[in-house]
């Protein structure tokens, strides 16, 4: 009775990359499968059309699919799996890792952490502790560095391109285009992706920034750029747009509408004041479907930034700010100590 008496408005869940093989705790393609027949169980698929409608009283649970980044897998791994069960979904897909060599700065960063062989490398004549016990807390720091470079983010990606290590020279071709590489050169991936009635694709800026860091003008070019970009791309209307790291202001809000886009995705609901321009997520981080329920079932309680401290101890406030590919949440890890059989309790 739970999932027909709470909000009736879509639940709208969030995956970054799907990795073909992943290590343990991390959704791949067989646990993605895995949670895609869960759901599809369990609620009601919806169009990213009708992410505007509302259930009736008595249906059950309706429910969106979202993709954040761009990244190869979505076209490769994830995409076939949903085309094979019929599953609608909105691909919001950030332009800078189409070109081959360049990557996203939180995807370069994940990679860093997970694949990097030496003991550390130097930068700006600094040495980079990366032997295991500090690797975290040397990309911590440089990390801090990075994002307070001006202008932002030119300069954060001068130093990844001209100063940070490449990843072409400790991460395999296979490793890296099972992780963290953007969709094909040539385009054609975006562009069936595009034309394909079960899906639509979404603005996602041209480099990932937080957007509220940005100045104002850089800001707009990184929404219209990567706008323009997908409509050359797909030969359709891009209208929607998902803010990168779930950080956006109002003034982000009053961008894109001047770039002609009408409805924006967020994270979390910071003013909760235009339904249209802060649709709430839930990301997904765990291959988990007891959590996965228990996230879907509760997921506009989840996406509100007005938890007591004590509440959002419990839910997992780390996961408020987008893990890089592949992390896992303090929620998840707490789900995977309790394990509590949440689809007993809310499906049935």
Not at 57 to 86: S, Y
Not at 154 to 180: G, H, K
Not at 222 to 242: F, H, M, P, Y
């Amino acid at each position: 009775m739970v999932n027909r008496t709470l909000c009736r408005t879509p639940s709208v869940l969030l995956y970054h990359g799907v990795p073909r093989t992943g290590r343990c705790g991390e959704v791949d393609a067989a646990r993605f499968e895995t949670q895609v027949l869960f759901l599809k169980r369990h609620f009601a698929f919806i169009h990213p059309d009708q992410v505007g409608t509302r259930r009736a009283f008595n249906a059950r649970i309706q429910l969106l699919l979202t993709f954040d980044d761009g990244f190869r897998n979505n076209a490769e791994v994830v995409a076939p799996i949903l085309r094979r069960n019929r599953v609608p979904a909105i691909f919001f897909i950030s332009s800078r890792h189409v070109t081959p060599g360049k990557y996203l700065f939180s995807a370069y960063l994940a990679m860093l952490l997970r694949h990097f062989k030496a003991n550390g490398f130097k930068l700006r004549g600094e040495f980079m502790d990366m032997r295991l016990n500090y690797r975290q807390g040397t990309l911590s720091r440089v990390t801090r560095w990075l994002s307070q470079l001006k202008p932002y983010p030119t300069a954060l990606y001068r130093v990844l391109d001209e100063e940070m290590p490449r990843l072409e020279d400790f991460v395999s071709p296979d490793d890296m285009r099972n992780e963290c590489a953007g969709m094909s050169e040539d385009q054609v991936q975006v562009r069936e992706l595009a034309r394909d009635p079960l899906f639509r694709v979404g603005a996602h800026t041209v480099d990932h920034p937080r957007l509220e860091e940005c100045e104002r003008t850089e800001a707009f070019c990184q929404i219209t750029e990567n706008k323009l970009w997908l409509e050359r791309v797909s030969g359709q209307t891009c209208d929607t747009i998902a803010y990168p790291y779930g950080n956006y202001s109002r003034e982000t809000i009053e961008l894109c509408r001047l770039a002609g886009l009408d409805r924006g995705y967020a994270a979390l609901q910071k003013f909760a004041s235009d339904p249209d321009w802060e649709i709430p997520r839930i990301g997904i981080y765990s291959p988990s479907v007891d959590l996965l329920g228990f996230k879907v079932v509760w997921a506009r309680a989840l996406a509100l930034d007005y938890w007591p401290r004590s509440l959002t101890s419990v839910i997992g406030k780390k996961e408020r700010n987008c893990p890089l590919p592949g992390s896992v949440g303090i929620a998840d890890e707490t789900s995977a100590s309790m394990r509590t059989n949440t689809s007993e309790t809310f499906f049935e």
